[in-house]
């Protein structure tokens, strides 16, 4: 319970911090110039539903974008279009005035909906007004609640995340109250400001514009498709943070693989990457022959990689199966078990793999998360050794079909898409049939199962496990309860397709296919005992 106080006053006081981040720039006119307007009670809507509304949005975002199956990226990309065009609207009178009619309908049409006389620009208009901007803005603010993600991973309670959700919102909310408030006292007693309203509009369609322009460009700005392979020569730091900050220490170690005990402080001097990762997560591992490259290269020069492994599942707790792991994927770096993510709530992180770079004063100077960029990251290691001689880098990241199938856990505590017609029995044994029809994404089971919050286990020989998949690749996260090799038929599209041997728990390929397709996948456990975690596809 203190904890759980102690992250929702965090959040509040990162949202607060927010004020001053760039990404909060481009709404802070838009804030300002709806409250400017309608009755004193206007800007307390604003703010209350922007707050309530991102929490609300942010909370269930996952879920949205699995089901409607649309790319975040292009989720963010539309959002900076159309704070672009808002901007673009207040620089013409005419758009200003057809968009006031447009939302003056909106409003009239909901105040005759729910027989409330709103129609001067009130508290509901507000509330409109805030929880639209808070959906175009959500998506640009970017990855900003790590701790929410954690309580995800380690399954504590979705109300303290929803709490910290809203704290959050609160603490970014106070500075705009305070500017929407204030900001409207200021504009009533300056004659020139209501003399020529005009050109405030004109200024702040300007402020929105310039704003959305420099998050673009501290982003990298928009990249274009990369070739095979890019030739760098390690001149400058690409995409650099803004504003560099020192490291985090890294705390709550139980235990270290390849290497004694190491601290921030004392590996000042070197560059360091830090890697977020965990052994069965694929992205991960995709990643590991860069990474093992990078450290052969450049260790010598005064490079250390740490890898941050943070599990996601129990079995990735045990000391062990990490090792196991690690000798298995030929990593010679340093490694590190954070797995009460001490260290990874510690750098605010919210993905794997997440790779945090620090320079030789020890300040984080670049981040990137999930997949690809490795040319950018190669040429950034460079820069920071003072390497200057040029280096071609594989380039390629990872395509993803938008088709794709998302992860699909299977365990009760974050399962979705369970289309077999019994109810879920937690923690029991059930007897599961398979449906007639299994839409796409979905999956079902058949047999004897028993349904726990991070797995299902097989209790009788022939069980099996359905699922309607589109990708190119499909792994599963699996292990063998007894710990003893258990063999499991692979059927894709009604034909056997071949048998694989599971034992420790990680994540074996299942299906390979010449390209993304659709298809009916069966893994049928050929006696009790099978484990199973997710489902993970790739292209």
């Known amino acids: 319970m203190q904890t759980d106080m102690v992250n929702i006053g965090l959040g509040f006081i990162e949202g607060f911090a927010l004020i001053i981040s760039p990404c909060i720039l481009p709404i802070l006119p838009i804030i300002l110039a709806g409250s400017l307007a309608g009755s004193k009670k206007r800007p307390l809507g604003i703010i209350v539903g922007f707050v309530v509304i991102f929490a609300l949005f942010t909370f269930f975002s996952r879920q949205l974008i699995e089901y409607s199956g649309i790319n975040p990226n292009l989720i963010h990309d539309i959002s900076y279009a159309i704070l672009l065009l808002l901007g673009i609207m207040m620089l013409s ?10 939302t003056q309908r909106l409003v009239n049409t909901g105040s005759t909906l729910s027989t409330v006389n709103d129609v001067e620009g009130g508290f509901i208009s507000g509330f409109l007004f805030g929880g639209l901007v808070a959906l175009i803005w ?3 603010a970017g990855p900003i ?13 979705t109300l303290t995340s929803f709490l910290i959700l809203l704290a959050f919102g609160i603490g970014a909310g106070v500075p705009m109250l305070i500017i929407a408030l204030f900001g409207r006292e200021i504009m009533a007693k300056f004659r020139f400001f209501k003399m020529h309203t005009f050109l405030l509009r004109k200024l702040l369609g300007i402020v929105i514009i310039a704003s959305v322009g420099y998050m673009i460009y501290s982003e990298g700005g928009i990249t274009l498709s990369a070739a095979e392979t890019n030739n760098h020569a390690a001149v400058h730091l690409e995409d650099g943070l803004f504003a560099p900050y020192p490291a985090p220490a890294i705390e709550g170690i139980t235990a270290w693989i390849n290497s004694p005990p190491l601290k921030i402080n004392d590996l000042k001097g070197k560059v360091v990457l830090i890697d977020f990762w965990t ?12 990474l093992k490259t990078w450290y052969s290269k450049y260790q010598h020069d005064g490079f250390v990689i740490i890898g941050i492994h943070a ?6 707790k045990d000391f062990n199966n990490v090792k196991n792991a690690v000798i298995k994927d030929g990593i010679t770096y340093p490694v590190a ?12 992180n919210s993905y794997w793999p997440a790779h945090y770079l620090i320079d030789k004063n020890g300040n984080v100077v670049y981040t990137h998360f999930g997949e690809g960029d490795y040319d950018i990251t190669e040429n950034n290691i460079r820069y920071l050794l003072g390497i200057k001689e040029s280096v071609t880098t594989p380039a390629t990241t990872e395509p993803v079909s938008l088709a794709q199938t998302p992860e699909t856990y299977l365990g009760y505590a974050r399962a979705e898409r369970f289309a077999s017609p019994e109810s879920v029995l937690k923690n029991t044994i059930g007897v599961y049939t398979f449906p007639a029809e299994l839409p796409q994404d979905e999956w079902a089971l058949e047999g004897t199962w028993k349904i726990i919050p991070d797995k299902i286990i097989s209790i009788s020989a022939g069980a099996a496990i359905e699922i309607h998949f589109h990708a190119r690749n499909v792994f599963m996260v699996m292990g063998s309860a007894a710990r003893q090799p258990l063999q499991v038929r692979v059927v894709l599209n009604n034909k056997e397709a071949h048998v694989l041997t599971v034992n420790s728990p990680t994540l074996y390929p299942v299906v390979e296919l010449p390209h993304s397709d659709s298809g009916i996948l069966q893994v049928i456990a050929t006696k009790p005992g099978l484990e199973v975690y997710t489902f993970t596809f790739g292209e």
Do not use: G
Not at 145 to 157: F, G, N, S
Not at 279 to 290: G, K, Q, V, W
């Open 337 to 348: 078990l954070d797995n009460n993510f001490v260290t990874w709530q510690n750098y605010h």
């Open 279 to 290: 052994f069965s997560c694929i992205n991960c591992i995709r990643t590991l022959p860069y």
């Open 311 to 316: 599990p996601e599942f129990a079995f990735e």
């Open 145 to 157: 609640l790590a701790a929410v993600i954690v309580q995800t991973v380690i399954q504590q309670t």
């Open 138 to 140: 959500t998506p640009c």
């Open 93 to 102: 009178s005419y758009l200003t005035e057809q968009f006031n009619l447009l």
